[in-house]
């Protein structure tokens, strides 16, 4: 699944290399694009124009979840409903990959703090972490995650 797919680029590129693939994004013009170019490129995937926020209409499991720039944008709330939402499409060995900005404590605006990123610890193990920048301005950063057991989020929330 794809958060925040925006045109389909990433959700092509996996369906092409034989993942059954979803996408998500809220402009409903781009999940048109998106629905084009899967159609032209001759491979099948869902797309829903909908919240990243309001996934109760997709139902079953995901291997894998790419976020390339969708939960940076989220307020406080917002990211809690999109952490649910993961937690619940998600099964113990399903891997998480998040790029996004991130923003210090006195910032204001999108992007995502540490607070935002031990949020995900209660149910995923951080696997890499890898800062940079975004065109040498923005401090960005690319996480891979895998969704622990539940015997290891006892641990996470014993910490």
């Known amino acids: 699944m794809d958060l925040g797919c925006g045109t389909g680029t990433n959700v092509i590129t ?63 709330a917002e990211k809690q409903a999109y952490l649910d939402n993961l937690t619940r499409l998600t099964d113990p060995g399903s891997y998480y990959l998040l790029y996004g900005f991130m923003r210090s404590q006195s910032d204001s605006g ?3 703090d540490e607070s935002d990123l031990k949020a995900f610890l209660k149910f995923f193990t951080q696997l890499t972490r890898v800062d940079g920048t975004d065109r040498g ?8 995650y895998e969704r622990r057991t539940s015997e290891n989020m006892q641990l996470a929330t014993d910490d």
């Open 110 to 112: 999108p992007g995502m």
């Open 14 to 76: 996996l369906a092409q290399h034989g993942w059954q693939v979803s996408g998500v994004d809220y402009v409903k013009r781009a999940v048109r694009q998106a629905r084009l170019k899967a159609h032209r490129a001759g491979v099948s995937a869902e797309f829903f124009a909908n919240d990243v926020t309001k996934l109760d209409y997709i139902h079953g499991v995901f291997d894998l979840v790419l976020d390339i720039g969708c939960f940076h944008s989220l307020n406080t």
């Open 137 to 144: 301005e923005r401090p960005s950063i690319w996480l891979t």
